[in-house]
């Protein structure tokens, strides 16, 4: 079982910057093999991608964050990291890392492994 942990997540102003970091632990032989990811999830919502990429480099994101938040790995030291900037309210929620056997892993579902989250509120 591989086990994920998320830091640098706290209370920024609107237009601030955010890196938040998923440090991999446990069962990580095969960590450069996974698709890694960040989801999010708001009061009274579910839990939304966020940004991915594949063990070759390939990115995805929502289009909601595109061109502000950048998703980024170092095989080496088995960690994700998800910079952020322009932040804005919006943003506010508590932001997930998981780590899918899947290539072409899209919804929360296809992921196996998440960490526990970090929260991230931004304020007007």
């Not at 390939?58 to 950048?70: A, D, E, I, L, P």
Request: charged share 15%; net charge positive; glycine share 12%.
């Amino acid at each position: 079982q591989v086990g994920l942990r998320e830091s640098g997540g706290g209370l920024v102003q609107a237009g601030d910057s955010l890196r938040l970091s998923c440090a991999a632990s446990g069962r990580t032989t095969f960590y450069h093999t996974y698709t890694m990811a960040w989801f999010r999830q708001a009061p009274g919502k579910e839990r939304d991608l966020v940004a991915s990429i594949t063990n070759g480099g390939t990115t995805n994101y929502t289009g909601s964050v595109k061109g502000r938040f950048t998703i980024s790995r170092s095989n080496a030291r088995q960690t994700v990291y998800l910079q952020m900037n322009n932040l804005k309210p919006e943003d506010t929620a508590v932001y997930y890392c998981a780590a899918s056997s899947l290539r072409a892993a899209a919804g929360a579902g296809q992921y196996q492994a998440w960490g526990r989250g970090t929260q991230v509120t931004v304020s007007s």
